[in-house]
């Protein structure tokens, strides 16, 4: 139990640690539409059931949702995609907007905004409309102002975060990375610390050396059966280009699951035959065979769409293959998604790491895959081991499938996994020094007021509860800095504090008001006033702003300073003197006195 617990401290300092991180997130972008509608009929006309919307819910998806599964772990969050100038680009600007991605996309007029319009009856998806067309090709103008975009968002990331920025590529072939984009993006791959690529078609991306890619078992598979045709010189690394024919990958989503025309030969995945099957392969690619012992593929320009047969395992497959998808895509780390059996991730160490997942409805796992890739790119951007980056990555997967919609993955909520403390509202109310600034920051950048206070808070009373709710109107976010045990015995005596810091701060951290909590040993927060900026810095008492000592560094900041008075009657000090003297009163012997009846 004792490992099992610091194994989770351990991922939760990852976690933490990635807190801030500057994230260039490029590629498709797209609007997923849930339409919640009821039925208790059929129709006149045809055997069809007559649908009455109860509800409709728009989020972002593909590239965006990446974004906002960053943004939503904690990392700083840059788009740059282009959307049209339509009603679904306006909806997927206001989501980027409400999950605090930096929204940095190119308007693009004449192309419409990828949409994915799902209609559900008792959360059952009865069929989905896509529009968006991979011919839908950027023009030279919109090709110069997505490559104008990208090279500013990746300075805006550098001077914001003083180091080089993460960058994700998101390409699911819905035309948004054309040639020119792709060619800029590895020629520039040096201005990028970590680069993590998820494609549908990993053979376009030849040179960009990636740090971590994350192809579907479908996407791994077509890699390897293109490779089946091309011998890499000894100790050159095999990168692929398009087969002559081979079709342009458009919107589909690739799965691996039973095909509908019925269950696969024992010996192969699927094979072609007259049935012809039904299910979502890539309009005009084949299909690929395996062997019985899943180590063999054959095939061209390929979309798995069928279950294995009995012999057959996906996991072995991946695991026997990582090698030669290292060496086919450049990358440091290949991991391979098999969706309901979770992953398999190999790096330099030649050492496969399988990660398990729970089997979920369809309609609950939509996004899983962008919460995956955020997690993992992350993780490996604060320099997290791989097996760390890895479990981290299928718990972030996981956690996110609950319900139906598309998947984003919080910070609290993979802190709350990891039983990492938060507060009742949903976030982490103590947090770290180093933490609290880069969380101010995205505050800031938000147009937000920081309220900043100390003291303390021994025995929390009603005066201080009026204080800080008195403090907290003053702005946006209070942050309320806690005097450590050690500091407190250095300011009020040795017999205080008469409550440890953990109990103040658990009591501080239940309050509405209170935003964020952090503990410092100093017996002044001067440091923690530098690191914080704060718009207002408050402290209690009725004597003016100009005799708190703090000021004159409050002020030249550019903060301002505020004095509030206490509940008159109502002090620590007094409340513990009421206390010892109550408790040297001379007590009544109750002891024969009748009890009532």
């Not at 989770?8 to 590629?27: F, I, K, N, T």
């Amino acid at each position: 139990m004792a490992g099992g617990a610091a194994e989770q401290r351990r991922l939760a300092a990852v976690v933490e640690g990635w807190l801030g991180r500057p994230v260039l997130v490029v590629g498709d972008a797209m609007l997923d539409e849930w339409r919640f509608a009821e039925s208790d009929r059929l129709c006149r006309e045809a055997p069809a059931l007559v649908l009455t919307l109860r509800r409709r819910i728009s989020a972002a998806g593909g590239a965006a949702n990446t974004a906002v599964n960053v943004a939503a772990l904690g990392g700083r969050a840059v788009l740059v995609a282009p959307v049209g100038a339509d009603v679904a680009g306006d909806e997927l600007h206001d989501c980027l907007d409400r999950a605090g991605v930096w929204d940095r996309t190119v308007n693009q007029p004449a192309r419409p905004t990828p949409v994915k319009r799902r209609m559900l009856a008792g959360n059952q998806i009865l069929l989905r409309e896509d529009s968006g067309d991979p011919d839908d090709v950027l023009d030279a103008d919109g090709v110069a102002r997505l490559l104008t975009a990208l090279d500013c968002a990746t300075e805006e990331l550098r001077a914001a975060g003083g180091e080089a920025p993460t960058l994700v590529v998101c390409d699911y072939g819905l035309g948004a990375l054309p040639a020119p984009v792709r060619a800029w993006l590895v020629t520039h791959r040096e201005r990028y610390a970590t680069v993590a690529l998820d494609a549908h078609d990993l053979a376009d991306w030849r040179g960009l050396a990636p740090t971590v890619v994350t192809p579907s078992f479908a996407e791994a598979t077509r890699l390897l059966a293109r490779a089946a045709g091309a011998r890499p010189a000894p100790g050159v690394g095999l990168h692929l280009d398009h087969p002559d024919g081979d079709p342009a990958d458009g919107p589909s989503e690739l799965t691996v699951g039973v095909s509908p025309g019925g269950p696969a030969p024992h010996h192969a995945v699927h094979r072609p035959g007259p049935t012809n099957p039904t299910g979502e392969p890539t309009a005009g690619e084949g299909r690929v065979a395996m062997t019985g012992n899943g180590l063999t593929v054959t095939g061209t320009g390929v979309t798995v769409n069928a279950t294995a047969g009995e012999g057959v395992d996906r996991a072995v497959l991946a695991e026997s293959r990582l090698a030669e998808l290292r060496a086919h895509t450049g990358a440091d780390v290949v991991a391979v998604t098999l969706d309901t059996d979770g992953a398999v991730v190999g790096g330099a160490d030649g050492e496969p790491r399988r990660s398990h997942s729970t089997p979920v409805p369809a309609s609950h796992a939509v996004g899983a895959g962008d919460a995956y890739l955020a997690a993992m790119t992350l993780a490996l951007a604060a320099d997290a081991p791989l097996p760390t980056a890895a479990q981290l990555a299928q718990l972030a997967a996981t956690i996110t499938v609950s319900d139906t919609g598309t998947c984003v993955c919080r910070r609290e909520d993979l802190l709350v996994a990891l039983d990492a403390p938060v507060d009742g509202a949903g976030h982490r109310a103590l947090v770290g020094t180093g933490e609290l600034a880069a969380i101010v920051e995205e505050h800031r950048r938000a147009g937000r007021a920081i309220v900043f206070t100390n003291g303390c808070f021994d025995v929390l009373h009603r005066g201080h509860v009026r204080y800080l709710e008195q403090a907290r109107a003053l702005g946006d976010l209070l942050v309320v800095a806690v005097n450590s045990d050690g500091s407190v015995r250095r300011l009020k005596g040795p017999d205080r504090p008469v409550n440890p810091v953990e109990d103040r701060i658990a009591l501080l951290s239940a309050l509405a008001c209170v935003d964020h909590v952090v503990v410092f040993e100093e017996d002044s927060p001067a440091e923690l006033i530098e690191a914080v900026r704060p718009d207002v810095y408050v402290k209690g008492g009725d004597y003016p702003p100009e005799m708190v000592p703090e000021a004159p560094l409050v002020r030249s900041l550019g903060g301002q300073v505020r004095t509030l008075g206490y509940v008159p009657d109502r002090s620590t000090s007094a409340i513990i003197d009421r206390i010892r003297a109550h408790g040297q009163e001379p007590q009544e012997d109750t002891s024969l006195t009748p009890e009532p009846s």
